[in-house]
């Protein structure tokens, strides 16, 4: 069977969309509508997946384990949690408001990545 998208595909579409984002805030393009609510959730799908790609990386070189499963889940509910805290933070301390639209996006990546996970890892998790 044809190996779906890699976690390090996203980690690499994750980092380059997170770059991105931080350049096209800065021109004109962020005065319209659409762009402008694309530009505020993208770096929560890009650091979620860039997030997602680092720790398996750091990961696996230091425990020198396969990253399973359970792993994928607990490292996604690590990050959707730090995530909630940040905007949590950033509302009562930085007068910022909360954006519920950038959980949902941060919860939408993670789902792609455990999809993602899943399917490249299914033939080792029926094993155990």
Do not use: C
């Not at 980092?15 to 096209?24: D, F, K, N, R, Y």
């Not at 990050?79 to 933070?89: A, H, K, V, Y």
């Not at 007068?95 to 993670?110: E, G, M, Q, Y």
């Amino acid at each position: 069977m044809k190996k779906f998208l890699t976690t390090k595909t996203l980690g690499v579409i994750g980092a380059i969309s997170w770059t991105g984002t931080i350049i096209l805030r800065e021109t004109t393009l962020n005065s319209i509508q659409v762009l402008n609510f694309i530009l505020g959730i993208a770096p929560n799908i890009a650091a979620a997946w860039l997030f997602t790609f680092s720790i398996e990386i750091i990961y696996s070189a230091l425990l020198k384990r396969k990253f399973k499963i359970k792993d994928a889940l607990a490292i996604s509910m690590t990050i959707w949690l730090l995530s909630l805290g940040s905007e949590i933070i950033h509302d009562l301390f930085l007068n910022s408001p909360f954006d519920i639209n950038d959980i949902i996006a941060t919860a939408f990546a993670l789902i792609i990545f455990l999809i993602i996970f899943y399917l490249n890892n299914k033939d080792l998790n029926s094993e155990v």
